[in-house]
């Protein structure tokens, strides 16, 4: 071995150890910063404001965006072995995202009108940085909780300690002063709040009264948590974009989401996040199509109470934004398609998600078959005799 070979080797063990001290403080700072930027994303959208707490509140950003470049940075240069096979497509993508927030920082803004205006406005607007960070948050803080599937801990109790904090989390969000239009005691946000999350539909206030936009927007996040899981989207977010994979995890999670096989796995959290998104869109379009123009809405309107009632019909929640849910007077009469579009939701809501499954693959097979057909025009002799599976029967 040259003698450069045996120094490199040499230097390689004895900074390994320190690399790993720094990385590790690292990791914890930037969980710190997660939840420091959440808790900053609350307070800006929950309090009304004073000039000084703003220009505060984009500094804590500032701040966190400077972490996140620096954990990602020292990730690629001290470790990139470990990074290149911990790392997935998405999380790499996520990772040039974060350093192209760097062009405005770089370079001056254009003078010339453009696409390259455009292009540095939207890189450097507020919109493109909070939600790269909240992203960026969400991941950290569902990777460490996934990790702490590794600890042999009960996963029962992990699950029933993950409903209760959201909950608790949904209630105080609920409270918050730009949730409600006079406010609201904490007995009813802790009601409202766990018959969100547990998809019940009791409600001890009026909805549509008591509560603003962005109380709305708090209550159809925690049906949907409540509806897909509060476990699936922290697995999810954890094992498919940071590569959280190991034996112990996976056979947990499985189990958490009904899945065959530890091969399954992942496409099994994607079909459940997948189905829902696409069922609840086309339920929203929907609704739209069956109460444009009938309600005395404007266009953001009409799609915020389409999108709000198809998620909680889909995850049978049973929440409404009008008074007296759906028996209200402005939807009775001539209303049809409202009522048809809810059925529906609700009825493949109730189904589960594997007998939904079942069905989109019969229904892919028939229609492959039926291709096949038109292209040969010669019916295949042997056809899966088992397309029903037990549970779908």
């Not at 990074?83 to 770089?106: F, G």
């Not at 292009?119 to 909240?134: D, I, R, T």
């Not at 009601?191 to 209550?219: M, N």
Request: aromatic share 12%; with cysteine; proline share 2%.
């Amino acid at each position: 071995m040259k003698i450069y070979h045996k120094f490199l080797l040499y230097q390689n063990k004895l900074l390994k150890p320190y690399i790993r001290i720094v990385l590790g403080l690292l990791e914890a700072l930037t969980y710190l910063a997660s939840l420091t930027l959440i808790i900053g994303v609350i307070y800006e959208h929950g309090f009304p404001l004073s000039v000084d707490e703003v220009a505060k509140i984009q500094t804590l950003y500032k701040a966190v965006w400077i972490i996140f470049l620096i954990d990602v940075t020292l990730h690629i240069l001290l470790e990139y072995r470990s990074t290149k096979k911990q790392y997935r497509r998405l999380a790499w993508i996520l990772s040039v995202l974060l350093y192209l927030t760097l062009i405005p920082v770089i370079f001056h803004r254009p003078e010339e009108e453009g696409a390259i205006l455009q292009l540095w406005e939207f890189l450097h607007g507020k919109f493109y940085h909070l939600v790269l960070l909240l992203i960026f948050s969400l991941l950290n803080l569902s990777n460490g909780l996934v990790r702490l599937l590794g600890r042999r801990t009960n996963p029962s109790l992990i699950l029933a300690v993950s409903f209760l904090a959201i909950i608790l989390i949904g209630t105080g969000l609920l409270m918050l002063p730009r949730c409600t239009v006079n406010g609201i005691t904490w007995v009813d946000s802790l009601f409202t709040a766990t018959s969100a999350v547990c998809v019940t539909g009791l409600v001890p206030v009026d909805v549509s009264t008591t509560f603003t936009t962005g109380g709305l927007v708090v209550i159809i996040l925690l049906i949907q948590i409540g509806g897909l899981g509060v476990m699936t989207l922290t697995s999810f977010f954890a094992m498919f974009f940071m590569g959280n994979t190991s034996l112990y995890n996976q056979l947990v999670v499985r189990d958490m989401v009904s899945s065959n096989s530890l091969g399954s796995l992942l496409s099994t959290l994607l079909y459940i996040l997948g189905f829902t998104l696409v069922i609840e869109g086309i339920g929203m379009i929907s609704i739209w199509f069956s109460i444009h123009g009938t309600l005395g809405m404007n266009f953001e309107d009409e799609l915020a109470f389409s999108a709000f009632h198809s998620i909680s019909a889909f995850c049978n929640a049973g929440f409404s934004t009008l008074s007296g849910n759906l028996g209200n007077s402005m939807v009775m009469t001539n209303h049809n398609g409202l009522f048809i579009s809810v059925s529906l939701l609700i009825i493949l809501g109730g189904i589960g998600f594997p007998i939904l499954v079942n069905f989109k693959d019969i229904v892919l097979y028939h229609l492959r078959h039926f291709w096949k057909f038109v292209r040969t025009r010669k019916l295949e002799k042997h056809r899966m005799l088992h397309l029903y599976n037990l549970n779908t029967k």
